[in-house]
């Protein structure tokens, strides 16, 4: 063993868990450029890649914990539909997860479980979403469609963007949470642009592909297939229409469809081992999780939570603020962004420094994974060492993860 090899081996321990590999597709438009595809479809890309790029065999997971919110019409236990259709073997345990926005996070914080307590030593895990083929529901058709009009359900605004406590949307919350913190129209408006330009940015300087496997769509009879390789809705930004949209959710509001996030599609699965196994199998640890919580208060204050959960994180990790590089905070709604950074005093340098939901997307099972990855994309590109991950969920939850990205010598094949 050489000197820069024990080097390494000696920073892992073996209940460690290490991140070996990432990937994610790009984010489609509401049915837009992969709303060809299902959820489980893209879920299958991305585990499939984040596999490959590990140098990890598909035979040697143990199990996979997928996040997913729209499952009506996926089908029985969407999680093991992506992991079979990635080539994961028949015997693998797979778990699909609903913790709403917080899905692929949740997740991703149960498969970390399972190797710090010695049950795995190789998980997936992650999360997708097709909010572009979410199904409407004749929700009485079952009793007899009689006399009069049916009524139609929107599934997706049901079953993921509605406050089933006070009755109304996820948008609403946002509007209280401006009115509560004092966040004008004006700075939601600046801090939308802000995002866009940074993906803008990220994108143009190829950041984002380390992180996104490009996703082979069908163009058609007799057309050749279409390669997808870009966030869809970066290339759609326009700053002045932006500022002049409506509010969206309240009269004389100050939240809009240009200031919220993006309903949209896609994927991102990381590859979890143990520390014993990365040594064993020669692997390239591309970080490590080093603590995570959750947090939850009331429903229509779920915006702040990620404010409750991200400072347990930090110290589950024997961490204190001061050492974290970057931070992710999902933007749900660019109030959200604005108001946690605000309540937690996190410079805006070190926030969202490649853009966030806002600009890129957000399909909501997906988006807890999905911001784990490009943490590590900005913590790669702008040499950080630790940062912090936090979600906000419906219902009033929120989850937050810490990562440790690895400066170490490469001691295994690795594609990234």
């Known amino acids: 063993m050489t000197s820069a090899t024990r080097t390494y081996s000696d920073s892992i321990k073996p209940r460690d868990v290490c991140i070996v590999g990432v990937a994610r597709t790009p984010l489609g438009g509401f049915l837009g450029s992969l709303s060809s595809l299902s959820a489980t479809q893209l879920g299958s890309v991305a585990i499939q890649s984040a596999l490959r790029r590990a140098n990890v065999d598909p035979s040697l997971v143990q199990e996979v914990f997928f996040g997913n919110v729209l499952s009506a019409n996926l089908g029985q236990a969407p999680a093991r539909q992506a992991a079979l259709g990635a080539g994961i073997p028949n015997s693998v345990i797979c778990t699909t997860v609903n913790k709403v926005c917080a899905s692929g996070m949740k997740a991703t ?3 970390a479980h399972t190797i710090q307590l010695g049950i795995n030593d190789v998980v997936v895990a992650g999360g997708m979403e097709s909010m572009s083929n979410a199904p409407k529901y004749l929700a009485e058709a079952r009793n007899g469609s009689r006399l009069g009009h049916d009524i139609v359900i929107d599934g997706m605004i049901k079953d993921g963007l509605w406050d089933v406590y006070n009755n109304f949307g996820m948008g609403a919350c946002a509007e209280l949470c401006a009115d509560e913190h004092v966040i004008t129209r004006e ?10 330009d940074r993906g803008i940015a990220a994108q143009r300087n190829g950041d984002f592909a380390w992180e996104i496997v490009p996703v082979t769509v069908s163009a058609g009879r007799g057309k050749p297939a279409k390669i997808v390789d870009r966030d869809e809705s970066l290339g759609k930004f326009d700053a002045v ?7 969206s959710f309240k009269k004389g509001g100050s939240v809009t469809a240009g200031n919220a996030s993006i309903i949209s599609d896609g994927a991102a699965a990381l590859v979890l081992v143990s520390g014993k196994k990365a040594i064993q199998l020669g692997l390239q640890v591309i970080a490590k999780i080093r603590g995570h919580a959750d947090a939850a208060h009331a429903p ?5 939570a990620p404010a409750l959960a991200i400072p347990k994180a930090i110290s589950n990790a ?6 974290i590089d970057y931070y992710e905070i999902n933007e749900a709604f660019s109030v959200v962004a604005l108001a946690n950074q605000r309540l937690l005093g996190i410079n805006p340098e070190k926030l969202n420094a490649h853009g966030g939901a806002v600009s890129l997307g957000h399909p909501l099972g997906c988006s807890g994974a999905r911001i784990l990855v490009t943490l590590l994309g900005v913590l790669r590109h702008k040499n950080g060492k630790f940062g912090v991950a936090g979600i906000c969920n419906g219902g009033g939850g929120a989850s937050a993860l810490v990562l ?8 295994g094949q690795s594609m990234l």
Not at 187 to 196: K, P
């Open 404 to 411: 440790e990205l690895m400066q170490m010598v490469k001691v």
């Open 300 to 304: 229509e204050l779920f915006t702040t």
């Open 109 to 111: 914080m149960l498969a």
């Open 318 to 323: 024997g961490l204190e603020a001061s050492q």
């Open 241 to 247: 229409k932006l500022m002049k949209l409506p509010p």
């Open 187 to 196: 700075e939601q408006d600046a801090y939308a642009i802000q995002s866009f």
